[in-house]
């Protein structure tokens, strides 16, 4: 009786692993060295394209629109295959699991956001929405700023690097990332994770 019950624990803690972010296989991993490889001369932003969200509450697209990337495994080994073809070094299945090793446990983000106050994106709170359940952040990287001249207004620029333990999430449900400055403005941005992954 006694192993039934451990069986029957271990059958559903596989079966609950299987739900969360899983890692890639090596079909997946060959997939993605591909479209790094195919794509590796486009510029980064088609190169991110299906693995970008703007903010919710645009009114239009622009170079200006606050983004969100998400760095799934898949394009965190499309990435490292760009980089390798752009500098013509040879594309391997171990470069991309060491790739993939620096991530592992943490679903990543690259985050892209204006402010008319150039100290409004000082300090950061984020969260991770997906269903009931709540994640804030486990990293946020100092940012990195630029500021732009537009239409005589002068226009500050952050980019961000968000981290969060994804062992919880499900690779088959939305997230919604949201984000809030030191000026209380608050930012979503929205993923289908079963469509990136």
């Known amino acids: 009786m006694k192993k039934i019950v451990v069986c029957v624990f271990l059958l559903l803690l596989i079966a609950s692993q299987t739900l969360a972010m899983s890692p890639v296989n090596t079909f997946i991993i060959r997939d993605a060295q591909e479209y790094g490889r195919r794509l590796a001369f486009e510029n980064y932003s088609s190169f991110m394209t ?12 622009s170079e200006f629109t606050e983004q969100a990337q998400i760095f799934t495994p898949y394009i965190l080994v499309a990435a490292n295959a760009r980089e390798k073809a752009l500098s013509n070094q040879p594309i391997l299945l171990e470069n991309s699991e060491k790739a ?22 000082v300090k950061l709170n984020a969260k991770l929405v997906q269903d009931k359940q709540t994640l804030t952040a486990y990293y946020i990287s ?11 207004k002068i226009l500050a620029s952050a980019q961000f690097y968000l981290y969060f333990v994804d062992k919880t999430l499900l690779r088959n449900r939305p997230v919604l990332l949201l984000l809030t400055d030191d000026t209380k403005h608050n930012r979503s941005f929205f993923f289908d994770l079963e469509k990136v992954l």
Do not use: C, M
């Open 142 to 152: 100092p940012p990195t700023y630029s500021q732009y001249n537009v239409n005589g």
């Open 100 to 121: 993939l090793a620096q991530y592992n446990g943490y679903l990543v983000f690259s985050i892209t956001i204006h402010s008319q106050d150039p100290s409004a994106p």
């Open 50 to 61: 299906p693995w970008t969200a703007f903010e919710e509450k645009a009114q239009r697209l």
